[in-house]
C-alpha cells in the first residue's frame, strides 16, 4: 500500500519562496508528479521526476520551480520561488505503482499580501 503525504505549505508574499515536502513509501525511486489546483480551475500538472530523476516543468513554472528527491528519507520537494498569487493552490503529489495511481491529500500553498 503507497501513502503520501504532503506537507510544507503555507502562506507566503509575492516574490517569496516555499518548499513543499511529499513524504511516502511510493516516492522511493519512482516516477512521482506535483499537480496543483486553483479554486474552480481543473487539476493541473506542475513537475515530474522520474526514477532516473529526470525532471519536467510545467512552462509557467520553469526557471522558478525544482523537484527533487532525498530517496533516504523517502521524500520528493517541490521547491517554488518568485512565487505569484498565480501559483495559489492546493498542491499534490502522485505516485504510480502497479498500474495504480496514488495520490497525497493535498498541501495549501497562498501567495497573497
Known amino acids: 500500500q503507497v501513502h503520501l503525504v504532503e506537507s510544507g505549505g503555507g502562506l507566503v508574499q509575492p516574490g517569496g519562496s516555499l518548499r513543499v515536502s511529499c513524504t511516502g513509501s511510493g516516492s522511493n525511486s519512482a516516477f512521482v508528479a506535483w499537480y496543483r489546483q486553483a479554486p474552480g480551475q481543473q487539476r493541473e500538472l506542475v513537475a515530474t521526476i522520474s526514477n532516473g530523476d529526470y525532471t519536467n516543468y510545467v512552462d509557467s513554472v520553469k526557471g522558478r520551480f525544482t523537484i527533487s528527491r532525498d530517496n533516504a528519507k523517502d521524500t520528493v520537494y517541490l521547491q517554488m520561488d518568485s512565487l505569484s498569487s498565480e501559483d495559489s493552490a492546493v498542491y499534490y503529489c502522485?505516485?504510480?505503482?502497479?498500474?495504480?495511481?496514488?495520490w497525497g491529500q493535498g498541501t495549501q500553498v497562498t501567495v497573497s499580501s
Open positions: 502522485s505516485t504510480i505503482q502497479s498500474g495504480t495511481v496514488y
